[in-house]
């Protein structure tokens, strides 16, 4: 099964997705090197079988920029499939103390709930607006 990769922009809300890419390592160089648009931006890397199948946190050892998310130091990217990303938002959404302790946990530090509901158009869910923006007519 052939894969191809995407850089996401979380930066932008909703995401958005630039670039394609034949190897992770291909997609990580090019954000290391930086795309003049998306300098300062928080970038992710998508795997793509279409549908989107994995979402990646890049190495965050290299320049550094503005925007990015801070989790902790690492040198490869961190990849999850896309499934438990959906389950890490619901479990956000519950917001009882037991799923905010597990949603806690240092390993999930690349999953922010901000960086979740931005992506919530590639990973196919539905989450509230911020409460600052007004609702949808009826
Ligand atoms: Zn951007
Ligand atoms: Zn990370």
Known sequence: MSSIYRILCVSHDPALDYGEYNTPEEAE???REGDSSHRQCDLLIGRYSYPLIE?????????????????????????VDVVWLR?????????TEQMRALAGERRLAHWSPERLRRLRDELGIDLPEPTDQPGELP
């Open 55 to 79: 979402v990646g946190c890049p190495p965050n050892t290299g320049p550094q920029r503005s925007g990015r998310h801070r989790c902790f130091t690492h040198s490869l990217t961190e990849w």
């Open 29 to 31: 160089t090019a954000i």
């Open 87 to 95: 389950l890490l938002a619901a479990a956000h959404q519950a917001d």
